[in-house]
């Protein structure tokens, strides 16, 4: 079974607006980590956030934002004021506690409309 | 500070040739190490995993192997390429006992012809 889900494949919006990439994430594990991660055009995925299990706070930094709920096992990833420069595969991963892998999902490619 | 390096970026070989792709990192000691293998563009897949020296974990059966000859060396080999096995190549590590993210290397492109 799939570990970490993408729903979303594809997501265009035009330059300025909000957009929501949505990440559902299964574990028995009661302490685990889940990332995003985003892979612009040159191939590299870059770091964005970590957060533990135990932290459900929601943290912003500049336009981005993430809203964690283990309610609903959801990590989802907000853009305010999208930009061109926003284009990229975002990804969401999740380790748990028990493990030495990083489970990736199949990653939401966003095209920001200038 | 850490840095991790992959080469070469770009391969073109033909079928039934050998692979070898490698990484290194620098600025830590005894960190995890992952290649990642990425078809088509999109999902990445888990090949190898080493915690330690000579220590390897598959996760895919296929042509390809992996080797840590030194802590901070990861090493992806195939004595045979397929068609099957174009795709970017990303090498990442993470520090061994936390739980803290992968940092990747810039990845390597392969194309089998």
């Known amino acids: 079974a799939q570990k970490v889900t993408q729903a979303q494949t594809e997501i265009s919006v035009v330059e300025k607006e909000d957009v929501t990439l949505d990440c559902v994430y299964e574990?028995?594990?009661?302490?685990?980590?889940l990332f995003w991660y985003k892979q612009p055009p040159s191939g590299e995925l870059v770091f964005l956030i970590r957060?533990?299990?135990?932290?459900?706070q929601n943290e912003i930094s500049g336009r981005y934002s993430w809203n964690f709920q283990k309610s609903t096992s959801s990590f989802n990833f907000t853009i305010t004021a999208s930009q061109v420069v926003d284009s990229a595969v975002y990804f969401c991963?999740?380790?748990?506690?028990?493990?030495?892998?990083?489970?990736f999902g199949t990653g939401t490619s966003l095209t920001v409309i200038p | 500070s850490q840095t991790i390096h992959q080469w070469p970026a770009t391969l073109v070989q033909p079928v039934g040739s050998p692979l070898s792709l490698e990484c290194t990192v620098e600025?830590?000691?005894?960190?995890?190490l992952y290649w990642y293998r990425q078809a088509a563009g999109r999902g990445l897949q888990l090949l190898f995993y080493?915690?330690?020296?000579?220590?390897i974990s598959s996760e895919v059966p296929q042509n390809l192997s992996a080797s840590r000859p030194q802590d901070r060396q990861f090493i992806l080999s195939s004595k045979k390429l397929l068609l099957s096995d174009s795709g970017f190549y990303l090498c990442?590590?993470?520090?061994?006992?936390?739980?803290?993210?992968?940092?990747f290397g810039e990845g390597s492109r392969l194309t089998v012809l």
């Open positions: 990442a590590w993470s520090a061994m006992g936390s739980f803290g993210e992968l940092f």
């Open positions: 574990t028995r594990d009661t302490t685990y980590y």
């Open positions: 957060r533990n299990s135990f932290d459900e």
């Open positions: 991963a999740l380790r748990e506690y028990t493990g030495n892998q990083f489970y």
């Open positions: 600025g830590t000691s005894n960190p995890n």
């Open positions: 080493s915690v330690g020296i000579g220590q």
